[in-house]
């Protein structure tokens, strides 16, 4: 599961936005959440990460 943050940070010339990837832990099984800025094109990119 993943979820786009509200917040979006803005340069001159891009649009960045914040990213939060929610991931499973192989060893323990829980959860854990990974934060990003990224550019608001390379959304997409970041989530199909594993």
């Not at 786009?4 to 340069?11: E, I, Q």
């Amino acid at each position: 599961m993943a979820k786009k943050v509200v917040a979006t940070l803005r340069t001159e010339s891009k649009k960045m936005t914040k990213v939060i990837k929610m991931t499973k832990s192989p060893k323990s099984g829980a959860y854990v959440f990974e934060e990003k800025i990224v550019n608001a094109d390379s959304i997409d990119a970041f989530l199909k990460q594993k």
